[in-house]
């Protein structure tokens, strides 16, 4: 062994033990490592900044701008309400599609955006159900890592091993050259969890803290909105075509409420603030509650409108749109002793007061002429943004409960045929081989740009530097390893130790050497360190090394044993009230699973 080889490994070995006790920081680690190649003559200058010029890193910077513009559009949220619609109340059913559906949208997104995107949805999904988070989340957790498995682009160790194929002079692993295996992957992972979800049943105190937040549900059942809410259709006829809503006086009339007004075009559709000087236009949607059942019959025969049908409860169907919120009246507040009508709360708020609770218990109907007391809680509805404006303002009201919901608000909803269409452009420029990956993903983010699905502040803020700076500090490791003889005395060892072995050894081994490195780095650096390992062991054995690659590129994504082996992990541990040997009995008897799923499937569907 060189003496520099024994400085890439000592140097190697201190990066480990840092990642293992994360102090510092995972890319503080990395630009140590960058600093420290070049400065002990291990690589040149270039060689240490080649992965700030890597075209992956760019793209995997650019997958984290379109998981951004897929969420601001609410293109994953209507992926949950579409699982609350077919789950029912089946939890196996709901399963089955939760990992189908998130490794699906994985395929195409970070694995850590999707998951971190999707468990707002489950807790939801949780309680509608009365289920404990923790029979869902690590689920969630595996689909996510599963998802890797499903594409080229669906997370970073997949691209490295693609540019190191490409790089060496060989075929890359092609979009969707990896799919067939994944699939097979995601079948057995949504079998196995079918029975694994019984090995982390929470204990009964467990199941009754994991409800802790106040949603929607609570509200409409608190204060008694099941049956106030209306969806009408405005007619061309109708006398409320080009009419104020001020002039219309609908609540005396009656006693209406109109809670958001949804206007579409031929493009896109938004949800208008129901302020007084809005002037509504044939075929708006109106939400409409009504505090009495007097105009319930009355309002749509006059007005002419045509009632629509309400999914849900109230107005949960358009939850990621409209909400509610609830405020306290606090002692030097203006609205005492004024009524809601008084003091112009929609005028000046955009919003409507649709219940009102006084000593714990909620009034009926009567509400425009209550004079307000301090103490009075009321619950108000309308659009996100104008209740997330009610935070700043302390001096009449006190926002006393948000709910969870409100991180689901998706503020550029109308855009999602553009966000979606976008997507499915770049897919097809990558698939067809039109332009190089890394421009499609740019031609992808542009077009978002351009349609408004992202802005800059959060195109910027969607990207998750650490993870590129990870990568980009890695990739000098495997130039030091390569240059000193490291990767050479690895593939050497290894081969030594197979002597003789069949093919379906040498795999496993590689698998296993892969998924042992993941559990102290991450996956991306584990792929940037195993990449050249697989091309030399297929270039010792003179064979092909596209069944290599693949190997490590499934072990890469294997990160199931440990809630620090993968961010995916780490997100769900929380939420789920896991502990560290949740991880191990479940992701261990997974992991041989998709290990002989490997040795076996790998030489059917790339041969030597």
């Keep these: 062994m060189s003496p520099e080889l024994t400085k890439v490994l000592l140097l190697l070995a201190a990066c480990v033990a840092m990642f293992i006790a994360n102090r510092p920081r995972m890319d503080v680690v990395a630009l140590m490592a960058l600093v420290a190649l070049p400065v002990l003559g291990l690589v040149s200058l270039p060689e240490a900044l080649a992965g700030f010029s890597d075209p ?26 579409w699982l609350v619609h077919r789950a029912g109340a089946s939890e196996t059913r709901l399963l089955v599609c ?13 694995s850590t955006g999707v998951v971190a995107v999707f468990i707002p949805v489950v807790m939801g999904i949780a309680r509608r159900l009365r289920v404990h988070p923790g029979r869902l989340m690590m689920p969630l957790a595996f689909a996510g890592l599963i998802s890797g498995m499903l594409s080229l682009v669906a997370t970073p160790p997949n691209m490295v091993l693609d540019g190191a194929l490409k790089e060496a002079g060989h075929a890359g692993m092609g979009f969707f050259g990896i799919t067939p295996l994944g699939l097979v992957v995601l079948a057995m992972g949504v079998l196995y969890m079918l029975v694994a979800r019984r090995w982390i049943t929470p204990s009964r105190e467990e199941e009754e803290a994991g409800h802790p937040e106040r949603g929607l549900p609570q509200f409409i059942d608190d204060y008694h909105l099941h049956g106030r809410g209306f969806r009408f259709r405005v007619e061309p006829g109708s006398p409320m075509v080009g009419a104020r809503l001020d002039s219309l006086n609908l609540r005396r009339e009656y006693f209406a409420n109109v809670v958001a007004v949804e206007r579409a075009d031929a493009f896109h559709s938004e949800v208008l603030h129901p302020n007084a000087r809005l002037r509504l236009q044939a075929n708006d949607i109106l939400l409409v509650d009504f505090f009495s059942t007097k105009g319930v019959e009355q309002f749509p ?10 999914k849900g409860a109230y107005f949960m169907e358009s939850s990621h749109q409209v909400g509610m919120a609830e405020v306290v009246v606090p002692p030097e507040s203006t609205l005492i002793s004024r009524t809601i009508v ?9 919003l409507n007061v649709v219940g009102l609770r006084r000593g714990g218990k909620p009034l009926e109907g009567g509400l425009l002429d209550e004079k307000l007391r301090m103490g009075d809680i009321l619950l108000i509805a309308g659009p996100w943004k104008a209740i997330r404006r009610l935070q700043g303002r302390t001096r009449d009201f006190v926002v006393l409960n948000l709910p969870p919901e409100i991180h689901d608000v998706a503020p550029a909803l109308g855009r999602a045929p553009f966000a979606v269409g976008s997507l499915l452009l770049m897919v097809g420029l990558m698939v067809f081989g039109v332009v190089p990956n890394v421009l499609a993903a740019l031609i992808a983010v542009l077009l978002m740009g351009a349609f408004r699905c992202i802005t800059l502040e959060s195109a910027y803020r969607s990207i998750h530097w650490q993870s590129l700076i990870l990568i980009v500090g890695m990739i000098p490791f495997a130039r030091a ?17 197979l002597e003789g072995a069949a093919m379906p050894v040498v795999l496993a081994s590689l698998f296993g050497v892969t998924v042992l490195t993941g559990l102290f780095i991450s996956n991306t650096a584990t792929a940037v ?19 290599f690659a693949m190997t490590v590129a ?18 769900v541990l929380g939420p789920g009230n896991y502990r560290f040997a949740d991880f191990v009995k479940v992701g261990l008897p997974f992991t041989l699973l998709v290990l002989i799923a490997t040795v076996v499937l790998v030489p059917l569907f790339f041969p030597w």
């Design 56 to 81: 992956n890193v760019v793209l995997i910077a650019a997958l984290f701008v379109i998981g951004e513009g897929l969420v601001r559009t609410g293109v994953t949220y209507r992926v949950g309400e």
């Design 98 to 110: 939760l990992m189908v559906a998130v490794a699906g949208i994985g395929s195409v997104m970070s």
């Design 301 to 310: 025969r006059e007005m002419q409108l045509h009632t629509l049908p309400l």
């Design 342 to 350: 008084e003091q112009r709360f929609r005028s000046r708020h955009d």
């Design 481 to 497: 390893l390569d240059t000193t003889g490291g990767i050479g005395l690895a593939v050497g060892t290894l081969m030594h130790g």
């Design 529 to 547: 360190l195993m990449a050249p390992v697989a091309l030399s062991v297929a270039n010792y054995l003179q064979v092909s090394p596209l069944p």
């Design 554 to 571: 499934l072990a890469s994504s294997c990160a199931f044993l440990t809630p620090v082996s993968s961010p995916v992990n780490t997100l």
